[in-house]
């Protein structure tokens, strides 16, 4: 599928994956155990152990939420259409909010964060008239419309965006079928309708597998609940086709809240979705073997993340950053930001999109803290001997 189109294209590329710093060993979620009651927390794919992290400053979650993940500022991302929650996957710092200064009926959802311009991508939905891809700056907290969407186009809830940032393509699931863009020339490469396998519910609760550069979901079998159980799909956004993954069906985790949500580990090539009462489910998406049924402590589980994302290749990550050894928090930062490592003695600088030097002192083992006053919104980087991070600089 993917590879028969970059051959077409002329392109042998690779999607490295990143795994800085978090835990690979757990799920990241918005644990809602009670009605009313959020938080923001893991769940450990070997005990199934809820652990809360933080309280998140919501009450109730929309069908049109979205998250991701920015692995290498180790941030998980919660959008609730008029807000962007942004909490620290290491525990280190309290959440931050951020307003996307929307009006009453406009909503931003299916976001997803392209590590390479370090900016957000998703779906403006501004009734009666107006939907759009857009981008959106932390740094200047600015919005940039990136390409004009059918206004006629319907949403299914829960439906989440997938982004590869080295074929620098934006797919999304929506009511009608599959759609892929390119976000840097602000154009729609293909709309295409889902073509529902016989006999089953549509393929919903898709993710993207940045190694294996595929998109897999699941549909369930039409005759009574439980009776034919949950199979794995593979979708081709530029047909629309579904192909089944899997021989033997998983017989736990059939339903699930719309916000349930997937994720693929892509270490070890596990898709996970989030059923209902808290059950996790996995599966081989290289054979389509079930290979993981667990029952969270605690439920309900929305918007699963795992903790491994596509990389920037060198093609297209600025030339002064590669993969770091240490970390920055909080990111987007104001007023002052942290470096965090086991081993950072040394010379740190901080650098503007030139390339000049606006900031440098002499890092502390573990921790140094970098005074950002006096710096202007934008893009930097942080540098540590050969390494470096890019670092956003808000108002």
């Known amino acids: 599928m993917r590879t028969h189109l970059l051959l077409i294209l002329g392109l042998f590329l690779t999607c490295p994956i990143v795994t800085t710093g978090q835990s690979t060993a757990v799920l990241y979620t918005i644990h809602n155990p009670s009605p009313g009651i959020f938080s923001f927390g893991t769940f450990d794919l070997a005990t199934g152990v809820v652990t809360d992290l933080e309280a998140a400053p919501i009450t109730t979650i929309s069908s049109m939420a979205s998250a991701c993940v920015d692995v290498t500022g180790g941030l998980y991302h919660f959008c609730d259409g008029k807000q962007i929650h942004t909490f620290d996957m290491n525990s280190v710092t309290a959440v931050s909010t951020m307003s996307l200064g929307l009006g009453s009926l406009q909503n931003l959802f299916a976001i997803e964060w392209d590590p390479c311009e370090q900016v957000f991508l998703g779906v403006l939905n501004a009734p009666p008239d107006s939907i759009v891809l857009v981008r959106f700056d932390p740094g200047n907290q600015q919005f940039t419309t990136l390409a004009a969407l059918s206004s006629s186009m319907s949403f299914c809830s829960g439906c989440q965006g997938m982004f590869d940032p080295v074929l ?4 999304l699931r929506y009511g009608g079928g599959i759609l892929t863009l390119d976000p840097d020339a602000g154009a729609v490469l293909f709309d295409v309708p889902m073509v529902d396998p016989p006999g089953f519910t549509p393929v919903h609760h898709l993710s993207y597998s940045c190694a294996q550069q595929r998109i897999v979901g699941t549909a369930v079998g039409t005759s009574p609940e439980g009776h034919s159980g949950k199979f794995l799909f593979e979708v081709e956004e530029t047909t629309g086709a579904t192909t089944m993954l ?19 580990d892509d270490n070890t090539g ?29 439920d309900e589980l929305f918007l699963i993340e795992h903790a491994t994302t ?33 081993r ?33 919104p934008g893009h930097y980087v942080v540098r540590l001997g050969e390494r470096a991070v890019p670092l956003i600089v808000a108002e």
């Open 168 to 171: 620098r393509r934006y797919m």
């Open 344 to 376: 950072t003695e040394g010379i740190v600088s901080v650098h503007d999109h030139t390339g000049r030097a606006v900031w440098s002192g002499a890092a502390r083992q573990q921790r140094t803290t970098i005074p950002l006053q006096g710096l202007a």
């Open 310 to 342: 596509c990389a920037c290749t060198a093609s297209n990550m600025p030339a002064q950053v590669q993969q770091p050894s240490f970390l920055i928090y909080p990111n987007p930062a104001a007023d002052m930001v942290n470096l965090v490592g086991k």
């Open 270 to 298: 596990t898709f996970y979705w989030s059923g209902v009462d808290g059950m996790i489910t996995g599966a081989d998406i290289s054979i389509g073997t079930m290979t993981y049924a667990q029952q969270a402590s605690s």
């Open 246 to 264: 899997t021989t033997l069906p998983a017989s736990t985790g059939l339903w699930k809240p719309a916000l349930g949500n997937s994720c693929i």
